[in-house]
């Protein structure tokens, strides 16, 4: 089943408590191990918070304690809306969304399920939360539940807003498992349904319309205090009353007896002490309905002698008193919402019944385990690689310790606790560097060395010397090799001082992967070292393999590539569905090249029958659904593929960067695959951001390859 499940509403006051605590209350059913999770809340709301508490979103807070569920508020949300604009405004939206992708990963791992619920579109930020909520729901990689408001629309008012919601939706890549309308007007039923279907019906959606409920929508006289900063002159202990009418008695008291309602509300001039006195006895009444209570405007308090005879009842209505004016006061009521309260028993039973009785539970649970995500998105990828180096944090060597990117990029990862560092460089020279570029670099925590001071210099060398004598390298040769920091970091990690090295800020490719090539050497079954690259895409991670080391690979070498670019990708959360490219598909084409990729396809099968491979096909069978089907029909590859590898470097390397400039997408990498140990490259015009991703590759990479170790290098 998947892990969680993203709610999100069409426009305000759609009822999402309703369905919030439908789900949860079905999940429940299944496992105890369910949580809530808001990804942005508004400022904190006004009420009556639980002893020692103060609620800092009516739903989390009614989710958490009605449910008791195990978390805190605190835990509950990812940010607060005016941090995130705050953020926006600083351009800033990816550490936004990084903070609530990592709240929201973290209460997702300690359960079975998660109820995510997005915002609630109030205000003049609704424009913004809308596609916000679009970016955040595409990086948390959860289904999406839309839910749209019915109250006094037509059936196709209703269903229009649903309409928008799914093309943004679906544009970022996102999957949908149902539509939900609430609020409907109960004689438009079956109209709103028969919209809904019409739209909808072939995608085996679930479907559903919810009737409106007077009782839900209907404020209590504590939210008409609340809301309203209201003084409770009486009646403390009713505030539970439900109003679900109003009037305004401005009339004489006999005519304003004939307008009564069951549970309403009076609103009067806190001087009436006719209508005041006259209610309450009504109330009492068999002969009229009971009233929900009274609301008195301008700010009067009622005259001694009518406050004498409410003193005297033994439990009175509530009676709150409020500033403005009568047609104010009336104004402002209409705007008092309903509030759910983790003590509210009844309105929170009609709500799970009526999301029982509405809403197919058990179509609902089948479209929630049936997701499957089309890939992963790339804040998600990104923030896994982190989450991934954390779980097992390894020693990783960066041999140009004095470029400032490097000691940025190094400041991050110690202070985020990703890996452990060991800087080549003399120490006095990356000082230097961290004053001239008033970084903030503890040197403390991390290892500093200086490979022409190093005393393992010495055994480095014997070790040089003994892998290389065989290729006519001296004594004295091997020595002088390793004061080349890349030479001195690749012996670290063959010796097993540092897990992995990262380099190629300053140093060249082959600076780079020449001392691996010739020290670390291939892992058993591959006979090259090749490549991938990570390619962020908007909405997904593609991996392309190989573009650049291997210039034109032979069937047998690109079979490997295939394979071992289907590990790397398994390796970093990536469901492998490897294509082998190239410029036909299937059986259509003929020629050499064509006849390398299919003979590759065959080769990687009969090796790794495990893996979903398919070859030869053209990139846009490869990736576009529609057209994998009409070249390809019944493949498991074809429009689907997550994996791409290129017929050779050429077609490789110019792709990836024709990819990476035409779409804005980020490409992390060369990460190289075959060693024996991790290395990677770097591009001299790296960033920063790229040296920390790397970095992490690295170190999981390193994990990958020794799994049974679980601390520092």
Known sequence: MSHSLYLSSTAAGSGKALVALGIIELMLRRTPRVHFFRPLIQSSPPGVPLPGELPLDEDIHLMVHHFNLKQSQQESYGLGLEDANTLISQHR?????????????????????????????????????????QEIASNLGAPILILGNAYQRSPEEAVNPIQMAVDAYTSHGCEIVGVIINK???????????????????????????????????????????????????????????????????????????????????????????????????????????????????????????????????????????????????????EVHSTLWPDDEEKIHLCIDSFDRWVDLSKLEKQISAVQMRGITPKLFTYTLMEQARAHRRHIVLPEATDPRILKAASTLIHRGIVDLTLLGDRYDIQRVIAQHRLVLDL?????????????????????????????????????????????????????????????????????????????????????????????????????????????????????IAIASADTARTFG?????????????????????????????????????????????????????????????????????VLIFPDLNTGNNTYKAVQRETGAIAIGPVLQGLKKPVNDLSRGCSVEDIINTVAITAIQAQALAPADTGPG
């Open 93 to 133: 939206v990816n550490e936004a969304i990084d903070t609530i992708i990592s709240k929201f990963k973290i209460l997702e791992g300690r359960g079975d399920f998660l109820l995510c619920e997005g915002s609630d579109y109030l205000g003049d930020s609704s424009a913004f939360e809308f596609t916000f909520n």
């Open 184 to 334: 409907a007007d109960p004689t438009q039923l079956e109209a709103i349904a028969a919209e809904l279907q019409g739209r909808f019906g072939q995608q085996g959606w679930v479907l559903s319309v919810i009737p409106h409920h007077l009782r839900l929508s209907s404020p209590r006289m504590r939210d008409i205090a609340t809301q309203l900063e209201a003084e409770v002159l009486y009646g403390q202990g009713q505030l539970k009353n439900l109003a679900t009418n109003r009037i305004v008695a401005a009339m004489q008291l006999q005519n304003s007896l004939h307008w009564l309602q069951p549970d309403c509300l009076v609103i009067t001039p806190g001087d009436r002490g006719d209508i005041i006195a006259g209610m309450l006895q009504a109330h009492q009444s068999s002969s009229y309905p009971s009233l929900a209570g009274l609301l008195l405007s301008t700010g009067l308090q009622p005259d001694p002698a009518i406050a004498r005879l409410i003193e005297g009842i033994a439990d009175p209505l509530p009676i709150l008193s409020v500033k403005p004016d009568t047609f104010t006061t009336a104004a402002q009521v209409k």
């Open 574 to 642: 990536i469901d492998p569905k490897v294509a082998l490219l190239s410029y036909s598909s299937g059986s259509s084409g003929q020629g050499k090249e064509v006849e390398k990729v299919r003979l590759a396809t065959q080769i990687a099968r009969d090796r790794r029958p495990d893996l979903l491979l398919e070859g030869p096909i053209q990139y846009d069978a490869a990736v576009d659904p529609a057209v994998g089907a009409q070249k390809m029909p019944g493949s498991a590859v074809a429009g689907q593929a997550t």
């Open 444 to 560: 403390d925590r991390v290892r500093i060395i200086d490979p022409s001071c190093s005393d393992r210099l010495a055994d480095y060398a014997e070790t040089v010397y003994q892998l290389r004598q065989a290729k006519g390298i001296t004594p004295d040769q091997a020595l002088d090799t390793l004061h080349d920091p890349s030479y001195f970091g690749t012996m670290m990690v063959y010796e097993g001082d540092a897990d992995g090295m990262v380099s190629g800020a300053v140093h060249t490719t082959q600076q780079t992967i020449r001392p691996a090539l010739q020290l670390i050497k291939t892992r058993a079954g591959f006979s090259v070292v090749s490549s991938v690259f990570f390619m962020c895409l908007e909405h997904r991670v593609l991996v392309y393999g190989d573009c650049a080391i291997n210039p034109n690979p032979n069937a047998e070498e690109l079979a490997e």
